[in-house]
């Protein structure tokens, strides 16, 4: 859906810090303060996920964790989609958090897709194709 434009009333403070943000990560106003209601959205909807920087840029995660939401659905999928498979692979987390982990996917299952698509493609063949230099030479160097 394309972008509109819209109207809105902040306070001085808010807007201060909305700047401050958008200046700190090299962005927009707009796309900060887009991505800022974005995430809250989320956050509401699938309580108990947060989102933090990332080599990839923000991520989904699962709160007090610092697990993915990726990590956890891939787990749940590998164990057969079965949540008492999942709560036994994850025995030190709450069953609260992992249902958070699940919500999320529920509600973004596309994000999520394609984070486990590109870690499916990071198979070994594929690294030492794209990182040849991560590969032992022939001395063992």
Same mark, same amino acid.
């Given at each position: ?5 819209? =109207?809105?009333?902040?306070?001085? $403070? ?15 106003? %707009? ?16 309580? *108990?996920? /947060?989102?933090?920087? =990332? ?6 995660? $699962?709160? *007090? ?37 699940? %919500?999320?996917?529920?509600?973004? #299952?596309?994000? /999520? ?10 198979? #070994? ?6 990182? #040849?230099? %991560?590969?032992?030479?022939? %001395?063992?160097?």
């Amino acid at each position: 859906m394309p972008a509109r434009a819209r =109207g809105i009333r902040l306070g001085d $403070v808010l807007e201060r810090e909305i700047e401050r943000e958008a200046e700190w990560r090299g962005k927009s106003w %707009s796309a900060t303060t887009a991505e800022l209601l974005t995430e809250a959205i989320r956050m509401r909807r699938a309580p *108990g996920v /947060i989102f933090a920087d =990332g080599q990839m840029g923000r991520r989904a995660l $699962v709160s *007090g964790t610092g697990l993915e939401v990726w990590e956890i659905v891939a787990t749940w999928k590998e164990g057969g989609c079965s949540f008492q498979a999942l709560r036994e692979d994850h025995e030190w987390l709450s069953e609260a958090q992992l249902r958070a982990a699940l %919500s999320y996917y529920e509600l973004y #299952p596309e994000e /999520i897709d394609a984070r486990l698509e590109r870690e499916r493609r990071w198979a #070994p063949e594929t690294v030492r194709k794209e990182l #040849p230099f %991560s590969r032992l030479s022939e %001395s063992g160097r």
